[in-house]
């Protein structure tokens, strides 16, 4: 690990001082939490994979235009990235009924819904990342209005592109987490960009064929296989990495 100084400690991640004012390393564990941390596990590999899975997501959605945290990735389990002001506010888009919208909703998971869906949490660990609306981000000041418009707006084109992206590799996105951090340049002016990380640990993906879960689902319900079921995902994306960080295909076409 880093002998760099710890800012963070979180439950899958570590972020350390970077090597430039203005950036920090982020380094991915193999450890897994579920249920807000009260299951608690390892997934061997994961961070690696991980690691991989995000930079490669991070890097198709710059090249769409999407604003992210993400600079480079240092080695296997680190990653430099731009240090944000994080916007307490996760953000949950779903295109399939599954997890807590299924159990709270009494829609059988697997239902596809009307349309994408967008939710919100407030992100307290203490108070288990309750769900809030959108009302409650702006009184409180979680975030301003425009803030807020940026957001939706970006989630919904992540959601349109990962989508495409996922499905031409034989994947369902069913729903995925994300979170946003504020940017502030030389001028001290704002943006909102894209940070955190997008990995099997915050998505629930399927496989299109046969519906298995290749996603912390796994892990959280006790099915088995959560190394392999990450593997298959960067394997498909064509990240695997087994022959070194310098072979890098692109994504795996499925018919
Ligand atoms: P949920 O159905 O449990 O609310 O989860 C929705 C999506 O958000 C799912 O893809 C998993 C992800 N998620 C996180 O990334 N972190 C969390 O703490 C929770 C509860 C869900």
């Not at 209005?145 to 939706?152: A, N, R, S, T, V």
Request: charged share 30%.
């Amino acid at each position: 690990m880093s002998r760099r100084r710890q800012i963070y400690e979180g439950k899958a991640k570590v972020l350390f001082e970077g090597p430039e004012p203005g950036t920090l390393v982020q380094y991915f564990k193999d450890d897994a939490t579920a249920f807000n941390n009260q299951k608690k596990g390892t997934i061997t590999g994961k961070g690696v994979l991980n690691n991989r899975i995000s930079e490669f997501i991070m890097l198709r959605l710059a090249e769409i235009g999407i604003p992210t945290h993400f600079v480079r990735r240092l080695n296997m389990r680190e990653q430099l990235i731009r240090e944000v002001e994080i916007v307490p506010v996760e953000v949950i888009i779903r295109n399939i009924s599954a997890g807590s919208l299924a159990k709270r909703l009494g829609i059988a998971e697997g239902t596809p819904l009307p349309r994408s869906i967008v939710e919100y949490c407030y992100k307290n660990d203490e108070l288990g990342d309750p769900l809030i609306a959108e009302e409650h981000v702006t009184a409180f000041g979680w975030a301003t209005p425009p803030e807020l418009d940026e957001i939706m707006s970006m989630s919904l084109r992540i959601n349109d592109f990962l989508m495409g992206l996922f499905l031409g590799i034989g994947i369902k996105l069913v729903d995925f987490k994300l979170e946003f951090g504020r940017l502030y340049d030389d001028q001290d002016q704002v943006r909102i960009v894209l940070a955190d990380e997008i990995s099997p640990d915050n998505c629930r993906l399927w496989d299109v064929q046969t519906n298995e879960k290749m996603d912390k689902d796994r892990f959280r319900r006790d099915l088995g296989g959560e190394a392999e079921a990450y593997q298959e995902v960067a394997r498909r994306l064509g990240i695997l990495p087994e022959s070194g960080p310098h072979d890098m295909k692109g994504p795996e076409v499925m018919q």
